[in-house]
């Protein structure tokens, strides 16, 4: 039998081990030159980025729209002037002559704009639509072309000319072009607060955790280099495709986020290293070949799961598989790379400036500092009875957690999905009181309702049957057109309103209707009903193969780390039930509006289509990573003792406050990026939020060690086939231990992890 390779002792080192632990000094240069770099690169990124993207790209809906743009710009305006005679105005309001002899000068004003194409007017068109119900305002409405950025541009420029006073009338902006503009500088506004939130309350806790404030900066530094990094990376993703403003939140929220977390392990094991007699170099060789490992493994499992919206079409959430991949990769590698050079060089010095002496100078002798940063021994043990007394009543443990768990996510059982709209702004935002005003006093919503575009119609006559054959559909209310852009081409379209709301059940229901009518040439369905279906669409078919990959790839990283067979089962089952709270508490909150006025935001009725896919990704991914961290601890104790029991306890003792540790402060960072103006952003913030704290403090306390109890040994079985295979392939925490003996497993064989760090 061929010699089994061992792994290097704390004194040997392979690969960027001994790069780093050799060339201390070289490696801290090369990552700021690298970060240099990147400030350089990453400038501007947020003037590059989109609000958009939530449409599928190759949906008939975004056809249409393209095609209504190109050849009917002014049939779906993006630009509406909000006309409101003053108080000195009478009864006729906006009909009055100076009212209207303002407004037509406004009018043709504004169609002069470069840039500005396809301007109406109540004044010119005598639409009832354009007027409100109780005559006092009227809406100039445009289309303003080219892509979000050129839109903006256009928008920036004009206007200081329209908004304000003017005469007998005040001017109000709001349409599609103005909400995305709004909603990207509150974006970049909002995530400035919440890094100035973030950091310094991070700070705080940090200190709390390590006790010393520089073992504290380190995590900051880790995270820092991330989040420029990543912004490096999304500022040339700008070049070749859209990526979504809202990816900066990931980016920023993570990049701290993990980059706590992996510190925080590589820094424990660090110390641990040093205080039982190891140099600083061979203790960061150890701690890359043991914590370091858990670190890869945890940062591969976030990032395949981060990755799997990339599956998706919408531009959206492709944007933060960008980001967060590019965060998580960059946190790792900073975390693997940067900080132990960073370690090797304070040596001792990490626990410089302890600011928790005058603390501990008021506590009672006696009481023992662990290991573990930020925790005692006392600690530690309390963590273990806990483990204990779950597994003395393991099954209690585990029908009650998972049936709380379960309630919790009652709610989302009654989802309703949209489509994002100006209500995702605060109330006082300018796009979003015009859009109000307008659903609450005008007849009818310009650019609203579905439009039907025809290509290669034989003539008029053909137009007319196709319409009357739409004018018997359920639900139509009324249908305007057909608009013909012109004897020499074969486009024409119709303006079709629908019954109920623009986005609604009924809306919806008469998209496909109208799509199931053949007249005999081509037609295509846009708007925001049509929108919201191929979205919904273009999620279904996506979703089976985006849950395949999370699923697949997570059941093999967890095998590779542990060996078993039904450890890898158990991660994924518990981490979807670690999620269910945070979506019952979206539908509750978001959709249903309770806590609307504590947390300041608009209700909808409806839960934006891309954000569960989202949050999901985001949620499941963070669940694994102090999955591995608990995992990987009682797979070295029970290859180092052979007692499952013993092992979850120990395993739960050392990581438990770690977790804890890194959860809460995870936490804050993402209830700083929850305190955003913008709905979206502040349901992401805070559903992670929720989603951190249960995983780590019910699922990873309560609920795993309450079912390792109830699986005993068998925990660790797998099959002889996958067992050598692990023998072969698999990395795990931990210097090199035989493991107890098990079924098919030959005892003259130790198992050893190959490969180096």
Not at 124 to 153: C, F, H, M, N, W
Request: hydrophobic share 50%; glycine share 10%; proline share 5%.
């Amino acid at each position: 039998m061929s010699e089994v390779k061992k792994p290097p002792s704390s004194g040997e080192s392979g690969g960027w081990t001994r790069f780093v632990t050799a060339r201390p000094r070289l490696s801290l240069l090369l990552a700021l030159v690298v970060t240099a770099l990147a400030v350089f690169v990453g400038g501007g990124v947020a003037e590059r980025m989109s609000s958009g993207g939530w449409e599928d790209p190759d949906a008939q809906s975004t056809y249409a729209a393209a095609a209504l743009e190109r050849e009917f710009p002014a049939s779906q305006p993006n630009l509406l002037l909000l006309v409101d005679a003053g108080p000195g105005v009478g009864a006729a309001g906006v009909d009055d002559p100076a009212v209207a002899a303002e407004a037509e000068r406004l009018t043709a004003l504004l169609a002069g704009e470069k840039g500005v194409v396809g301007v109406g007017s109540y004044w010119r068109t005598q639409l009832p639509a354009l007027r409100s119900e109780d005559g006092r305002q009227a809406l100039i409405a445009a289309r303003v072309l080219g892509d979000q950025k050129t839109a903006t541009e256009v928008l920036d420029r004009i206007t200081p000319r329209y908004r304000g006073e003017h005469g007998p009338v005040r001017v109000s902006l709001g349409g599609p072009v103005a909400v995305q503009a709004e909603v990207t500088t509150t974006i970049q506004e909002d995530l400035l607060r919440a890094e100035l939130i973030a950091l310094p309350v991070t700070l705080v806790l940090l200190v709390l955790v390590f006790g010393s404030a520089v073992a504290a900066l380190l995590p900051l530094g880790v995270g820092i280099v991330a989040i420029l990094g990543t912004n490096a990376v999304l500022r040339g993703l700008t070049e070749f495709t859209e990526v979504s403003v809202f990816a900066q939140n990931l980016t920023t929220a993570l990049g701290l986020g993990l980059a706590i977390d992996y510190a925080l392990f590589i820094v424990r094991r660090f110390r641990e290293e040093l205080a039982a007699g190891q140099d600083p170099a061979g203790a960061v060789g150890t701690t890359l070949r043991t914590a370091g490992r858990t670190v890869l493994f945890s940062a591969l499992t976030v990032a395949v799961a981060l990755s799997a919206m990339a599956f998706f079409p919408m531009s959206f959430l492709r944007s933060f598989a960008y980001a967060g991949v590019a965060v998580v990769l960059l946190a790792a590698a900073a975390a693997l790379v940067l900080l132990p050079a960073a370690l090797i060089l304070l040596g001792e010095r990490v626990n410089s400036l302890d600011l928790r002496r005058l603390w501990r100078r008021g506590r009672a002798s006696g009481a023992t500092a662990d290991a573990t940063p930020g925790a005692t021994a006392e600690t530690g043990r309390g963590w273990g009875r806990a483990a204990a007394l779950v597994m003395r009543r393991a099954p209690l443990f585990a029908a009650a957690t998972t049936a709380g768990l379960l309630l919790l996510g009652l709610p989302f059982l009654g989802v309703k999905f949209g489509t994002v709209d100006d209500r995702q702004l605060p109330k006082t935002a300018e796009s979003h009181v015009v859009q109000q005003q307008i659903r609450d006093g005008f007849p009818g919503s310009p650019g609203g309702g579905l439009t039907v575009l025809a290509e290669g119609a034989s003539g008029p006559a053909e137009l007319t049957a196709y319409r009357e054959r739409l004018a018997g559909l359920p639900g139509v209310v009324r249908i305007d057109g057909p608009v013909s852009a012109g004897p020499e081409t074969k486009y024409a379209y119709f303006s079709v309103v629908a019954k109920g709301e623009g986005v609604g059940p009924q809306a919806q229901d008469l998209v496909d209707e109208v799509r199931k009518v053949d007249p005999g040439f081509r037609t295509s369905v846009a708007g925001q009903a049509a929108r919201l279906v191929d979205t919904k669409a273009a999620i279904a078919d996506a979703l089976p193969t985006a849950l395949a990959l999370v699923a697949l790839a997570t059941l093999l990283l967890v095998f590779l780390l542990t060996g078993s067979l039904l450890i890898p089962l158990q991660a994924v089952l518990l981490n979807a039930l670690s999620l269910t709270a945070m979506f019952g508490a979206v539908v509750w909150v978001f959709q249903e509006g309770n806590l609307s006025g504590l947390l300041s935001f608009t209700s909808t009725g409806d839960i934006e289509t891309t954000l569960p896919v989202l949050m999901f990704c985001i949620a499941f991914g963070l669940s694994m990573d102090y999955g591995v961290f608990l995992i990987s601890r009682i797979k070295e104790e029970y290859d180092r003792t052979g007692d499952h029991e013993g092992a979850v306890r120990t395993g739960l003792a050392r990581t438990g406050g770690l977790i804890t540790a890194a959860a809460l402060i995870l936490a804050v960072v993402m209830v700083a990026i929850g305190t955003s103006r913008v709905t979206n952003t502040k349901m992401l913030g805070l559903g992670i939020a929720l989603a951190v704290l249960m995983d780590a403090m019910v699922v990873r306390s309560l609920l795993v060690p309450a079912v390792m109890k109830l699986t005993g040994k068998a925990t660790w079985w797998a099959p002889g086939p996958l067992r050598r295979l692990h023998e072969r392939f698999g990395l795990s925490e931990g210097e090199a231990v035989a493991p107890p003996a098990l079924p098919e497993t030959r005892p003259e064989e130790e198992k050893v992890p190959v490969g180096t760090a």
